[in-house]
């Protein structure tokens, strides 16, 4: 019995040369329906990037996760011609795995083969139990602490800040000192940001939302980037990595050799980059929580006390997330996160000012 190729998209040499891995990453790749809607628009034919992206109707990060699944399952081949990269079908995959599939077919026709051949063939054509994408956690920190209460008294806030001091203003005096002659980037609310492989991107003003894919291709939210802090891609390692501005935003771009070559500026990231490590771990303890109402309250805590701006009710939050944004970080549903806020606003704790911005009563009004 020939091994297994090492890459999974390696050349089908015929029916016979199918083996049960190759079709495990066959048949996994054609178990998601927007895959299989991928799989027939290529069947007209080679189709551009940006064409199936309006075509399907998605976020062009969702559709490159989908179509990498397939590249690496060997369904698909793609070509660039310039800034374009096109995909096709590699019918050689899809003709071994229906010949793949024909022989359980025959297996299945034949009840009296003797009980010896009978195991082997199931032995033969049993897949292997799928094991989850490995993905890199999220950082965590020990600053900030989550606290569980029993007591359902308003004033209990679920998501409990340390005291520390605040580095935001330092790190913006070094980029105002350093920076100044440098041209910043403006993105309209909803633009993407792109990625760089070997640059850092500072929010200079407004908000940055930093979502992913999940293995299913549901979009979960891992981040906010707020002012004086830093996003990009040397800084994760999620695949399907997108970052969106939430709002209007001024954006300023640092090389990694930039930032290697100046020591202070390192410091100033390292500061930035501590800000956003608190987050992540602060959004990992909330999962903890039972209760999807302590969730979202936690949450809101957790944005209202870094990006929140004081006002006479007391803390406003002038970003705008939707309530699938917020079920997509909690990891629960729309409706129970809409439930949720009904509750908190039925309790006052959360207010709508006339703008329709959130603002948190029960939070003081001055950040700690």
Same mark, same amino acid.
């Given at each position: 019995?020939?091994?297994?190729?090492?890459?999974? #998209? $390696?050349?089908? @040499?015929?029916?016979?040369?199918l083996? =049960?891995?190759?079709?495990? /990453?066959?048949l &996994?790749?054609? +178990?998601d329906?927007?895959?299989?809607?991928?799989?027939?628009?290529?069947?007209?034919?080679?189709?551009?990037v940006?064409?199936?992206?309006?075509?399907?109707?998605?976020?062009?990060?969702?559709?490159?996760?989908?179509?990498?699944?397939?590249?690496?399952?060997?369904?698909?081949?793609?070509?660039?011609?310039?800034?374009?990269?096109?995909?096709?079908?590699?019918?050689?995959?899809?003709?071994?795995?229906?010949?793949?599939?024909?022989?359980?077919?025959?297996?299945?026709?034949?009840?009296h083969r #003797? $009980?010896?051949? @009978?195991?082997?063939?199931?032995?033969? =054509?049993?897949?292997?139990? /799928?094991?989850? &994408?490995?993905? +890199?956690?999220?950082?965590?920190?020990?600053?900030?602490?989550?606290?569980?209460?029993?007591?359902?008294?308003?004033?209990?806030?679920?998501?409990?800040?340390?005291?520390?001091?605040?580095?935001?203003?330092?790190?913006?005096?070094?980029?105002?000192?350093?920076?100044?002659?440098?041209?910043l980037?403006?993105l309209?609310?909803?633009?993407?940001?792109?990625?760089?492989k070997?640059?850092?991107?500072?929010?200079?003003?407004?908000?940055?939302?930093?979502?992913?894919?999940?293995?299913?291709?549901?979009?979960?939210?891992?981040?906010?980037?707020g002012p004086?802090?830093?996003?990009?891609?040397? /800084?994760?390692?999620?695949?399907?990595?997108?970052?969106?501005?939430?709002?209007?935003c001024?954006?300023?771009?640092?090389?990694?050799?930039?930032?290697?070559?100046?020591?202070?500026?390192?410091?100033?990231?390292?500061?930035?980059?501590?800000?956003?490590?608190?987050?992540?771990?602060?959004?990992?303890?909330?999962?903890?929580?039972?209760?999807?109402?302590?969730?979202?309250?936690?949450?809101?805590?957790?944005?209202?006390?870094?990006?929140?701006?004081?006002?006479?009710?007391?803390?406003?939050?002038?970003?705008?997330?939707?309530?699938?944004?917020?079920?997509?970080?909690?990891?629960?549903?729309?409706v129970?996160?809409?439930?949720?806020?009904?509750?908190?606003?039925?309790?006052?704790?959360?207010?709508?000012?006339?703008?329709?911005?959130?603002?948190?009563?029960?939070?003081?009004?001055?950040?700690?």
């Amino acid at each position: 019995m020939p091994s297994a190729p090492e890459s999974p #998209a $390696a050349a089908f @040499r015929g029916p016979a040369a199918l083996e =049960s891995d190759q079709a495990r /990453l066959l048949l &996994r790749a054609l +178990a998601d329906p927007i895959r299989l809607q991928v799989i027939q628009a290529l069947a007209a034919g080679e189709r551009c990037v940006c064409d199936l992206t309006t075509d399907l109707g998605l976020a062009q990060s969702k559709l490159s996760f989908h179509l990498k699944v397939l590249r690496e399952a060997g369904l698909v081949a793609d070509r660039q011609s310039g800034r374009w990269v096109y995909y096709r079908l590699r019918p050689e995959a899809i003709a071994a795995l229906g010949a793949w599939l024909s022989t359980l077919i025959t297996a299945c026709d034949q009840p009296h083969r #003797a $009980a010896p051949e @009978r195991r082997r063939l199931r032995s033969a =054509s049993r897949l292997p139990t /799928l094991k989850p &994408r490995s993905t +890199a956690p999220l950082p965590r920190h020990d600053v900030r602490s989550i606290t569980w209460r029993r007591s359902p008294a308003q004033a209990d806030m679920v998501f409990s800040p340390a005291p520390q001091a605040d580095s935001r203003g330092a790190f913006r005096q070094l980029l105002e000192a350093s920076y100044q002659r440098r041209g910043l980037v403006h993105l309209a609310a909803g633009s993407s940001v792109p990625l760089l492989k070997k640059s850092v991107w500072v929010v200079v003003r407004g908000m940055v939302r930093l979502s992913t894919c999940s293995f299913q291709g549901d979009e979960l939210l891992v981040g906010l980037a707020g002012p004086n802090e830093p996003f990009g891609e040397p /800084l994760t390692s999620l695949e399907a990595y997108e970052a969106r501005a939430l709002t209007a935003c001024d954006l300023l771009c640092l090389s990694c050799d930039e930032i290697a070559r100046s020591p202070h500026l390192a410091m100033a990231v390292l500061q930035g980059l501590g800000a956003r490590y608190r987050q992540s771990e602060a959004l990992l303890a909330l999962l903890g929580l039972r209760r999807i109402e302590d969730r979202v309250r936690g949450f809101l805590e957790l944005i209202a006390h870094d990006y929140g701006q004081p006002c006479d009710q007391g803390l406003r939050l002038d970003l705008r997330l939707t309530h699938q944004e917020i079920a997509n970080a909690l990891s629960t549903t729309r409706v129970t996160v809409t439930r949720a806020l009904g509750h908190l606003r039925d309790q006052g704790w959360l207010q709508l000012d006339q703008q329709r911005r959130l603002v948190i009563s029960h939070l003081p009004a001055g950040r700690a």
